[in-house]
């Protein structure tokens, strides 16, 4: 199984300000015929389903702010929040769709200072 | 709208079984694969299962291999989770998903149920 790892487990950053996070795959998630990174990212509330905000690593699912932006490739990843609003508290999750058994981080817990 | 609507969660002991159901509207359910992904109470989602849209294929996580059964009746456009022998660590909130792709197993999911919930203990 691909196993995914995130960092921090938790971040508490200020409002309009930058938040990273980070994903690390055990395995390239790249797959070479189609040049995608098969890597989405997610966004928990308490209480509600995960929520899609990032597909292919880097495209932004419609109706996502674009303050949210996702980079990397191979086994290196990155979720940026680049000006946080009070509506981002949440848990945020990386997930490959790329092996046959679907694995998702550990998550990261992003909350205001 | 397109949605998602699981039920059948409940209180069972250890050993017993019980039968998860997502219902699915407002688009064509027959064209999709659909996934259970399930969430212990404080813990990251799981992966539990996926079913090609036309129910011929089937994988399963290695935790649940042999004890769950994923089925789905596209006249009724309903996907079923059989789970048999259920320990406490099957407690969780069960949601299934929707990849953003018909007819595509592997991808991004852009559509969750609200989930049920799943409580396996004496």
């Known amino acids: 199984d691909i196993v995914m790892t995130q960092s921090p487990d938790s971040l508490a950053v200020s409002l309009g300000e930058r938040a990273t996070i980070n994903c690390k795959s055990s395995?390239?998630?790249?797959?070479?015929?189609?040049?995608?990174?098969?890597l989405a990212w997610y966004q928990q509330k308490a209480g509600q389903p995960p929520k899609l905000l990032i597909y292919?690593?880097?495209t932004r699912e419609s109706g996502v702010p674009d303050r949210f932006s996702g980079s990397g490739s191979g086994t290196d990843f990155t979720l940026t929040i680049s000006s946080l609003q009070a509506e981002d508290v949440a848990v945020y999750y990386c997930?490959?769709?790329?092996?046959?058994?679907?694995?998702f981080g550990g998550g990261t817990k992003v909350e205001i200072k | 709208q397109v949605q998602l609507v699981e039920s059948g969660g409940g209180v069972v002991q250890p050993g017993m079984s019980l039968r998860l159901s997502c219902a699915a509207s407002?688009?064509?359910?027959?064209?999709?694969?659909i996934h259970w992904v399930r969430q212990a109470p404080g813990k990251g989602p799981e992966w539990v299962t996926v079913?090609?849209?036309?129910?011929?294929?089937?994988n399963y996580a290695a935790s649940v291999k042999g004890r769950f059964t994923v089925s789905r009746d596209n006249s009724k456009s309903t996907l079923y989770l059989q789970m048999n022998s259920l320990r406490a660590d099957d407690t969780a909130v069960y949601y299934c998903?929707?990849?953003?792709?018909?007819?595509?197993?592997?991808?991004?999911?852009?559509?969750w149920g609200q989930g049920t919930m799943v409580t396996v203990s004496s």
């Open positions: 998903a929707r990849p953003r792709i018909s007819r595509v197993r592997d991808d991004a999911y852009d559509i």
């Open positions: 407002g688009f064509t359910f027959s064209n999709y694969a």
């Open positions: 079913v090609s849209y036309d129910g011929r294929n089937k």
């Open positions: 395995q390239s998630v790249l797959y070479s015929l189609n040049n995608q990174n098969y």
């Open positions: 292919w690593a880097s």
């Open positions: 997930q490959q769709y790329y092996g046959t058994l679907l694995t």
